[in-house]
């Protein structure tokens, strides 16, 4: 992929353990389970403004609050990054059984239908795989043509 994207920037998913003040759930924004508070970091020195601004991260996901697994957009100005939780995975820990279950993350590039040569379409998608093989709380995002 980085041959066919001539020195730009490439698209990428950022992950990390503790969420930054920026994971709060908002209504109306916000989708996917939340039931659990959201324990932070005591600061996130700039992350998810600079993931914002580099028009190239479309994903913060981390973990950590166990039993939330939402996405929303960090606020109002940054309509590509989402910030995710991941949800409760394992058998240690808390949160209930019923709640053990993975989120899954997607990206798909494919060469833009456009003019200009060496563009390509990003899109991505994310869920939740319950243990029981259900899946839940799918957010996606429409394709963006980047160069």
Known sequence: FKAISHGSQLPSFAFQHIPTDSFYWQDNIC?????????TVSSDAGLVD???KSRSVYVLGVGHNHINDYCCH??????????????????????????????????VLQPSQSQNKGNYEVSWSSWVRLETGEVVNEVSSNAEETQ
Do not use: K, W
Request: proline fraction near 2%.
């Open 31 to 39: 989708s996917g389970m939340h039931q659990d508070g959201v324990a």
């Open 74 to 107: 960090p606020n109002s100005s940054s309509a590509l990054l989402q910030v995710c939780f991941g949800r409760h995975s394992g058998y240690g820990g808390y949160g209930s059984s019923e709640s053990r279950g993975a989120r899954i993350y997607e990206m």
């Open 50 to 52: 600079t993931l914002v």
